[in-house]
Structure formats: C-alpha cells, structure tokens
C-alpha cells in the first residue's frame, strides 16, 4: 500500500489565524477525494501567556470554537469526522514546570 503524506505546516500559527487560511488549503475536488485521516495540530501558539505573547494568544473558548469551525470547514471540503483526528498539546503543570526550569 501506499500513501502520501501532506504536510501544510505554518510555524508560528495559531486556531485564529489557521481558520481563516484552511479554506484556501483544503477544497472540494482537490487531492482530497478519500484521506486516510487529516490532522489539525494547534494549541501551543494559542496557549502562549496574554501578556508575554499578545499576538499569539488565544483564549480557550475561542481556541475550542476555531477548532470547531476547522472540522466544519474540512466538513464542507468532503472529509468526513471520523477521518478528523485532533492533536493538541498535553496539559501543564505550571508548578511543576517552574521546577524543573529553576533546576537548568
């Protein structure tokens, strides 16, 4: 078997800015007639601190309703759900992780 591999990173991007340029990436009757799975891998630009990083920050309801919005949109383009497979960053222990960091 095999399979090709599509890659539309954007370094630096967050759900706010993603959304609005998925459309251009992902149409109806583009190479996507039958993925195996489309990925959408956001969260760390978005979590970064309000005050330290202003232009990437998103806050989490919006975060959560432009992840929405992306499944909507991969939806409308002809890709079902069940081959959305969502990866987002894995929690913090804010604590824990200025620990470690006062240890370095």
């Known amino acids: ?3 090709d591999v599509l890659n539309r990173g954007f370094s630096g991007y967050n759900t706010r800015w993603a959304k609005i340029i998925l459309p ?3 149409t109806k009757g583009n190479s996507l007639d039958s ?3 489309v990925t959408i891998f956001f969260g760390a630009n978005d979590s970064a601190l309000k005050d330290e990083n202003p232009k990437q ?3 989490l309801a919006e ?3 432009n992840l929405h919005t992306m499944v909507r949109q991969l939806s409308a383009a002809g890709v079902p759900a069940s ?3 969502l ?3 894995p929690p ?3 604590a824990a992780w200025e620990q470690e960091c006062l240890l370095q």
């Open 1 to 3: 078997r095999k399979c």
């Open 35 to 37: 993925p195996a799975a």
């Open 57 to 59: 920050h998103v806050p």
């Open 92 to 94: 913090l222990c804010e």
């Open 83 to 85: 081959r959305v497979v």
């Open 63 to 65: 975060y959560a309703a």
């Open 24 to 26: 251009r990436l992902i």
């Open 87 to 89: 990866v987002t960053p």
